[in-house]
């Protein structure tokens, strides 16, 4: 009895500690203004009122849909389910959202017609595509 309330006293232990490292990790990163995938300059507008806007679920570690369609000028608004902090992060090496905690949002219009591919920089092996037509 004395050895297994050790043991479940070690776990919860580790979990709080793992869990304030989390927060500590999410909370050093502040969004940095959107930016531009094409250019990787800031962007301070919002999408426009009027243009179409689509979904991508972020959620079991995965961008849902992977890969979506849209028009020039439409918008992409992206929703972390998960319980982990996410980003959007262009290939091309620009990150587009900051860190995305859970609950969160992040939007980007698409100004340019092309094929823009972007990941996870924190979870890597998530990746997703943007064809803009």
């Not at 990787?40 to 179409?52: D, H, K, L, R």
């Not at 340019?112 to 890597?124: D, E, K, L, V």
Request: proline letters at 5%; charged letters at 10%.
């Amino acid at each position: 009895m004395k050895k297994s309330l050790i043991i479940t006293i070690a776990v919860i232990a580790v979990l709080i500690i793992a869990g304030g490292i989390g927060f500590y990790v999410a909370n050093q990163y502040s969004a940095p203004p959107a930016s531009n995938p094409e250019t990787g300059q800031p962007s301070t507008t919002p999408p426009e009122t009027g243009t179409s806007t689509k979904n991508v679920e972020i959620k079991s570690f995965a961008f849902n849909p992977s890969e979506i369609t849209i028009s020039v000028g439409d918008t992409i608004t992206w929703t972390n389910m998960d319980s982990m902090t996410h980003t959007i992060t262009s290939d091309s090496g620009n990150e587009l959202s900051g860190s995305t905690n859970s609950g969160g949002t992040y939007s980007h219009k698409f100004d340019t017609a092309g094929t823009f591919s972007y990941h996870c920089s924190i979870h890597t092996s998530m990746k997703g595509k943007v064809i803009v037509q």
